[in-house]
């Protein structure tokens, strides 16, 4: 049975330091996500869903994308989240936004009124992803394609040279999902899914990236651990020491010539709906 969620309580959680990660975060991968927007065909005069949209940091990107004849629908479960997307649109004057809130294994669609979706590291925190997916897809028109990006295999997230600490530490965060009902090898069923709801998918884009010390992308899982790493420890899931440890290794890469830091896969499909 899905969790009803109906606020700001997600595994996350939607305070100012995490949509401040997250805007962080969507600058980091902005340019791999219009790569997909691209494949999907996405463009103006579309009516384009964000599901599970967050603060909205892609949906304006999308917004200007699909102009002012077109249509974002944003949707989550954050009502925090939504007023401050309310307030950017505002701001920018763009009027095609429409926020709505919805637990999304709830999500009342109009059948064949998409012209595309759109899902980036959603799918990861549901109970019942395959609910959901069909859903979209019985609200896609013939022709009009789902993205998603997520993670599969997250595991695999690495330092070199090698960093035991972060090995144990990207175990306890997968068990953190599981934990919250979701699963962070998610990506791993997206193509099997859209097949099943008839959306034809493309091989996918992506997988691990290899980041140089003080990159944007060195710097985006600094960021996420600043806060997870806490939270570990308080679930039981990590011990106060392997937290230190974590982070004295992330700081010796830093100054160590030639370290990397190769990063969870993010893998990103475009399911088009058969006509
Ligand atoms: C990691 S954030 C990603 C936000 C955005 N898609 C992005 O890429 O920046 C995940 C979002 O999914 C929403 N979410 C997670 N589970 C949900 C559910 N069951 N119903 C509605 N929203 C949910 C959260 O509120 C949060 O805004």
Redesign the pocket.
């Known amino acids: 049975m899905?969790?009803e969620?109906t606020g700001?309580d997600?595994l996350?959680g939607?305070d100012v330091a995490e949509e401040a990660r997250?805007g962080f975060?969507?600058r980091v991968w902005a340019s791999k996500t219009t790569e997909l927007w691209d494949d999907a065909g996405f463009g103006l005069g579309d009516t384009v869903l964000?599901l599970?949209?967050?603060?909205g940091?892609?949906s304006l990107d999308l917004a200007y994308l699909v102009g002012p004849r077109g249509r974002v629908l944003a949707?989550?479960?954050?009502q925090r989240?939504l007023a401050s997307l309310a307030r950017m649109r505002d701001a920018l004057g763009l009027a095609q936004i429409e926020t709505r809130h919805?637990?999304?294994?709830a999500l009342e669609l109009e059948p064949a009124s998409l012209d595309g979706a759109f899902?980036?590291?959603?799918l990861c925190?549901?109970a019942e992803p395959e609910r959901v997916v069909a859903n979209v897809a019985r609200a896609l028109r013939p022709g009009a394609s789902f993205v998603v990006?997520d993670y599969y295999r997250y595991g695999l997230m690495a330092l070199s040279p090698r960093s035991r600490a972060m090995e144990r530490v990207a175990t306890a965060v997968e068990e953190s999902w599981r934990r919250a009902g979701g699963s962070l090898d998610v990506g791993g069923d997206v193509r099997a899914m859209f097949e099943r709801h008839g959306l034809e998918c493309a091989p996918p884009r992506g997988g691990p990236r290899a980041a140089r010390p003080g990159s944007a992308l060195w710097q985006w899982p600094r960021l996420f651990f600043r806060t997870y790493l806490p939270k570990l420890v308080e679930m039981g899931l990590i011990a106060r020491a392997d937290a230190d440890e974590f982070e004295r290794d992330f700081d010796a890469r830093e100054r160590e010539p030639g370290a990397f830091f190769l990063t969870p896969p993010v893998w990103g499909f475009v399911g088009r709906k058969r006509s």
């Open positions: 899905a969790r969620m700001d997600y996350l939607t997250l975060q969507h964000d599970g949209c967050g603060p940091f892609a949707i989550d479960g954050s989240y919805a637990e999304l294994h899902a980036r590291w959603v925190f549901l990006l």
